[in-house]
């Protein structure tokens, strides 16, 4: 257990909520009929499992009941359904209350519920006033009965308000739940295991989801690779359907594995439709429909009488392409 120096009362962990089960009755006849309810709010025994208090009892020699206490349904102020009007305190049987239902909606609701087998809980509010911190090896005796440390004993408490709810938190309908700042937190095995049941699913589900996620994640990856690449071998074979379309063009055998085809291939698309431009308007035929010089001379052949050809000697490279071979080198170097 801490050291009781250190522990104190705060908004967050005084507030408790003790659950038993709650009794209805009818008073009177005719239209002077009232509806009444009772139960017991705490026996005076310890309680066990608090998220910051550990095991505790409360004194009810200091406990405090106002003379009416207002009854709401599931703590809601906007749900008021009755008040206490009568308490009393025993060590053999603990804090019972009883009180009126109203006739209002809420009370009526709770009233025909009822009638019908719903097994409403009641929920009392109660807020600690001081502590007063039992040690290991250390014994007290409260409310009547004789209780071992480590244990917390509150004293000078008060009984704040009473709820009707649809379900308790301990299965023996005895002061079990307690809340931390409104919202429930482990005070017995039952609400443990409740709480430690949903925190599991809770797991479970985010894991699913994040599987989810990740399957979907890993998908689109695939389809965005799967798109670069179709891309990829798009614009290659475009690129090489491209530059053999100039070749011939330009009256030039096409070899994929060409030195110059290479080249071409690995131009930027602006170098490349430049270079191209270039090439097919200096390899264009002159009107007349002749060949353009440079391209005939490739192709020329002429009869010699029986006599031996003239020897011709083709270029060591062809100027145009050397020329072009330049300006795709520049728009390179601007890319």
């Not at 490349?272 to 440079?294: C, I």
Request: hydrophobic share 35%; proline share 4%.
């Amino acid at each position: 257990m801490a050291d009781a120096t250190k522990r104190e009362l705060n908004a967050e962990n005084r507030q408790f909520s003790l659950t038993a089960q709650a009794k209805f009755s009818m008073d009177g006849t005719g239209e002077k009929r009232q509806r009444k309810f009772s139960g017991v709010a705490y026996s005076g025994d310890v309680i066990t499992g608090h998220w910051y208090w550990g095991s505790v009892v409360f004194d009810m020699a200091t406990l405090s009941v106002p003379d009416k206490l207002p009854a709401l349904i599931d703590h809601s102020r906007s749900q008021r359904c009755g008040y206490v009007t009568a308490s009393s305190i025993s060590n053999e049987v603990g804090l019972t209350v009883s009180g009126n239902l109203l006739s209002n909606e809420h009370g009526t609701s709770v009233a025909e519920e009822s009638d019908e087998g719903f097994p409403w809980q009641m929920s009392v509010h109660i807020e600690p006033g001081s502590i007063e911190e039992v040690l290991q090896g250390s014994n007290t005796v409260v409310n009547g009965h004789t209780f071992a440390g480590p244990i917390t004993v509150f004293k000078n408490s008060k009984i704040v308000e009473v709820s009707f709810t649809a379900t308790g938190w301990d299965s023996n309908t005895s002061a079990a739940a307690m809340s931390r700042g409104g919202d429930t937190s482990p005070s017995s095995q039952g609400e443990s295991a409740m709480d430690l049941k949903q925190l599991q699913d809770r797991v479970a589900a985010l894991e699913a989801e994040n599987k989810s996620l990740q399957a979907s994640k890993d998908d689109l990856s695939k389809q965005l690779t799967d798109a670069t690449d179709k891309l990829t071998k798009f614009s290659s074979e475009a690129r090489a359907a491209a530059v053999q379309q100039l070749f011939t063009d330009i009256g030039r055998e096409y070899k994929a594995d060409d030195a110059e085809a290479k080249a071409f291939s690995a131009m930027p698309q602006e170098a490349f439709d430049a270079t191209a431009k270039v090439m097919r308007e200096q390899f264009k035929k002159p009107a007349g429909g002749a060949s353009a010089p440079q391209t005939a001379a490739l192709f020329q052949h002429q009869a010699n009488g029986g006599s031996a050809p003239a020897q011709t000697t083709a270029p060591a490279s062809n100027p145009l392409m050397a020329d072009a071979e330049k300006r795709a080198a520049q728009f390179s170097k601007r890319a």
